[in-house]
């Protein structure tokens, strides 16, 4: 967790004043344990909270201005809280702003203007939903400082609206439900079509989360991520001929789908399908799994996510593909996946506490051989959504 009385003198420099009506608040970031690419097809997902994630300072002003400043970049700003707008030049303040432009469409007035300080710890880029974090934690900051009813679950739905209308990115809800609603020590069955979830304890024993950043800095508008979901849609559109009132592919099962995919004609269309609907499979096997505190058949499903975002989905790409080659030859490794929307980002791995080091030296090693670039690895613990710490 980040250093409150660092921070604190961190805003003063910023904004002055004192530190005595300075509230603080944390959102996480996320990573998906199983359950890639099935977010915006109606299907389950199952990510978690970390304990690293946003701290947000944040304190009433007098007046209608609101000050955005970061610790991890050197751009700031003063604007009119009644006078925002999408300006791609403001780069990762163009989160916050949406928030408030959307609590301004659902009919909030603001009392008073605010400053704020936003410390990340989530690396830019990594796939561990900065964006996210930011979004939620400001979202629920500030109607936590207006007096309003907090809904986590409502604040996921404005986050990710946000990020879809504001900011253009075509985002499923996962990232934003996780970050306000994860719980320490436990995973998040979520359907994402309906929003009804469960918590899922997460009990790892001897193993850790270990997550490696590639270091490929890849950017969700940019990347074939839209691609993807239009050739989803299609094969919606092309099983419709055995399912008439289908909408998302989520709706149908593995079987379903064995039985209807031949009306799916193109072949890549029909690999992408197959990977969306084989995916919700693994996560519905993951839950028994867990429950029973099988961790060999839970790493084993960790593979087979992988092989299929490589093979069907086509979304790693040759750096996430060397990274989890090299962590599966660890002894200790259960499961290795890419985790995030792929093209780089993050691997999740489950890895025995005493094959960590190893793991971490080894798997760069090998790593930086086959790419030429740096990992970076994280040994993770779940933490909890969306909090006021101060």
């Known amino acids: 967790m980040a250093n409150i009385d660092a921070l604190t003198q961190q805003f003063i420099q910023q904004y002055g004043g004192e530190a005595a009506d300075i509230s603080v608040f944390h959102a996480p970031g996320r990573v998906n344990l199983i359950g890639e690419h099935t977010d915006y097809n109606g299907g389950y997902v199952f990510p978690a909270a970390l304990t690293f994630g ?23 700003k003063q604007l009119s809280i009644d006078e925002i707008v999408y300006d791609e030049a403001d780069d990762w303040m163009n989160y916050p702003k949406g928030i408030v432009f959307e609590l301004q469409k659902t009919g909030v007035t603001f009392k008073q203007g605010y400053d704020l300080l936003y410390h990340g710890e989530i690396p830019n880029g990594a796939g561990l939903s900065s964006s996210a974090s930011i979004e939620v934690v400001t979202a629920f900051a500030l109607q936590t400082l207006e007096g309003l009813e907090i809904d986590k679950v409502k604040i996921s739905l404005l986050s990710q609206k946000s990020e879809n209308e504001f900011n253009g990115v075509n985002s499923g809800i996962m990232d934003q439900f996780a970050v306000a609603n994860g719980k320490k020590d436990n995973a998040i069955l979520l359907m994402c079509d309906t929003l009804e979830y469960e918590l899922v304890p997460f009990e790892s024993g001897s193993y850790k989360l270990v997550i490696g950043n590639t270091n490929k800095r890849r950017g969700l508008v940019d990347s074939a991520y839209n691609e993807r979901r239009s050739q989803c849609e299609q094969a919606v559109e092309e099983l419709r001929a055995a399912f008439p009132e289908l909408t998302l592919l989520g709706q149908i099962n593995l079987a379903q789908f064995n039985e209807a995919k031949h009306h799916i004609k193109d072949d890549v269309v029909r690999a992408r399908a197959q ?87 080894e798997v760069g090693r090998k790593y930086t051989q086959e790419t030429g670039l740096v990992a970076d690895f994280y040994v993770c613990s779940i933490g909890n959504g969306v909090e006021r710490l101060v």
């Open 275 to 361: 990977h969306v609907i084989e995916e919700i499979d693994r996560v519905l096997q993951a839950v028994p799994a867990l429950k029973a505190g099988e961790l060999e058949t839970f790493g084993q499903l960790m593979n087979g996510s992988h092989d299929s975002l490589r093979d069907l989905y086509e979304v790693t790409g040759p750096e996430l593909d060397a990274m989890v080659a090299a962590a599966r030859e660890i002894p200790g490794v259960l499961g290795s996946r890419m985790t995030g929307a792929g093209f780089g980002g993050c691997t999740v791995s489950l890895v025995h506490e005493d094959s960590v080091e190893r793991f971490k030296e």
């Open 54 to 76: 946003t701290t947000l300072l944040i304190r009433p002003r007098s007046d209608r201005g609101l000050g955005l400043a970061t610790t991890n970049f050197p751009t700031s």
